[in-house]
């Protein structure tokens, strides 16, 4: 979960003179990112933005950039695994036992190499004890920014005394989770929120698994950890995890997903995973139909059933799936609508189907997102004349590849979307933001401003029990047009978000009584 705190002092009690949380493995919140700074320079632990196995881990003046966010995640015994927030990578002796040995990075196992022992010193210092080695992360009496940190045996210095302190944006919730990840899709399932992202951080997109994240109120999030990873589908090359899309068709759940620009599907009794790939090969390969590059699925399932498969970069196909949902009814189809470049993601209200994509390259940083529409699932879409819908604002850039979620039983909608990390983001590092979604009188979409605030206040997937009716002939709602006597009419309006159009239901017996809010 997604703790809202201001550069908070972690304060950790030791008992007895034994080894730090010996047994118990907690103290650290791993859904958060913590800064360490020595006490000898004042300066930070700083992994200056490597992402390869190897590369050394220095100390740096402060600043707010993602180099000196650390996750500190339980492992077993009182040892922790300080994983660096850009990269992923784990700070790592190398099984060096001499003094004087550099610290590295490397991507994260199960190596006690990676393990460190956190002891309290008192008066809110800290010394990090390698578990394979036995000695201290120290700055090896070095006295500059960039120096490589190293380890000593223990010893009396500052230079191996460290602050550990939890570090978040106060009052901001974008990004909605913490870490680096693209290409969101936001769901409802069950009464709870779900994000399926792309994870980042990697140079060229080369991600080799799917995590999924759950919320019951769209503002605190937890990891649900890895959901599907390519090392366990057999016929890909194990890496290019991006985008997923999962659904819900009965009491399966299944996942579209790429795998190296094809497009693969999982299935799940949970949302939450873990997702097994269904077929044992791809169900679109590369390029198989259209010209499209086989990649970023998008499956929307229609009032009557009938599920189709959106997709593409450069070109936008659509497919129907049979009613296994993982198997196509037919040739994919080319809609692809101007400019498009890649991720779609599909709703329908009032009879209008809605059909947002992205424009401009991925590495773009004018990269925005369009909407067009269109009476039929199938096409031809066309595009909304005020496009386009989400674009950069200010230091908010490469806004795109959305999401788009309805709350159930209400005219309530959402955009999930990535945009480059702040500070120092790129097309390979990114972090999901979430913002409100409005639609015009007219049925068109206003246009979103992306927001540092994120979802500020808590959204109930109940709405406290009300409920809308919608007419399926009109599509327009029930509404009490605000009269409060017996014998006053309703009518029937569009969608007002006022309490005018919602209900409660009553039941009593076999029978259902609405009563207006």
């Not at 010394?127 to 394979?132: A, L, Y």
Request: charged content about 10%; overall charge negative.
């Amino acid at each position: 979960m997604k703790t809202k705190l201001t550069k908070l002092l972690i304060v950790l009690v030791l008992c007895l003179d034994l080894p730090l949380f010996a047994g118990s493995n907690t103290g650290y919140n791993p859904n958060i990112y913590y800064r360490i700074q020595n006490k000898a320079t004042g300066r930070y632990l700083d992994n200056m933005g490597n992402t390869t196995n190897g590369s050394y881990e220095y100390q740096y003046s402060g600043s707010t950039n993602y180099n000196q966010q650390w996750q500190i995640i339980a492992y077993d015994a009182g040892y922790y695994r300080i994983i660096a927030r850009t990269g992923g990578l784990a700070i790592d002796n190398y099984g060096s036992t001499s003094d004087g040995a550099n610290i590295q990075s490397y991507a994260l196992g199960t190596s006690e190499n990676q393990q460190w022992q956190i002891v309290d010193q008192g008066n809110g210092y800290f010394k990090i004890i390698n578990r394979t080695s036995g000695k201290c992360l120290d700055i090896g009496g070095l006295n500059s920014d960039g120096a490589i940190l190293q380890q000593w045996a223990n010893g009396s210095s500052d230079n191996q005394l460290w602050t550990i302190t939890a570090y978040t944006t106060s009052g901001n919730n974008n990004p909605a989770i913490w870490g680096e990840y693209g290409d969101p899709t936001l769901k409802c399932f069950n009464g709870k929120y779900y994000l399926y992202p792309t994870t980042d951080g990697y140079g060229g997109w080369n991600a080799t698994y799917f995590k999924c994240f759950t919320s019951t109120d769209l503002v605190n999030w937890t990891d649900n950890s890895i959901v599907l990873n390519l090392a366990n589908v057999g016929w890909t090359t194990h890496n290019y995890a991006w985008a997923p899309d999962v659904v819900q068709k009965g009491s399966t759940y299944y996942m579209y997903y790429c795998a190296n620009s094809n497009i693969g599907v999982a299935t799940s009794s949970s949302p939450s995973g873990p997702f097994t790939d269904a077929l044992g090969h791809a169900l679109i390969t590369q390029q198989q139909y259209i010209g499209a590059n086989s990649i970023d699925p998008c499956c929307f399932i229609d009032d009557d059933g009938q599920a189709y498969l959106y997709y593409g970069n450069s070109h936008c196909g659509v497919v129907k799936l049979n009613s296994d949902m993982i198997s196509l009814n037919g040739t994919p189809k080319d809609i692809t609508p101007s400019g498009f470049q890649e991720a779609t993601s599909v709703v329908k209200r009032n009879g209008i189907y809605y059909l947002f994509y992205s424009v401009n390259g991925t590495l773009s940083s004018d990269y925005q997102v369009r909407v067009a529409t269109s009476t039929s699932p199938m096409g031809t879409f066309s595009n909304q004349s005020s496009n386009p819908v989400l674009s950069q604002s200010g230091n908010i850039v490469c806004t795109g590849s959305c999401g788009i979620m309805q709350v159930p039983g209400r005219d309530e909608w959402y955009i999930a979307y990535h945009r480059f990390t702040i500070p120092g983001g790129d097309g390979t590092h990114r972090e999901v933001c979430i913002d409100r979604l409005y639609f015009n009188s007219n049925g068109t979409v206003s246009t979103v401003t992306p927001t540092l605030a994120g979802i500020t206040s808590s959204v109930s997937v109940s709405n406290s029990g009300n409920v809308m009716i919608q007419n399926k002939a009109t599509t327009l709602y029930i509404d009490g047009m605000g009269r409060s006597s017996n014998g006053d009419n309703a009518g029937q309006w569009g969608y007002s978000g006022t309490s005018n159009q919602q209900w409660t239901m009553e039941t009593s017996g076999s029978n259902v009584r609405f009563k207006n809010v």
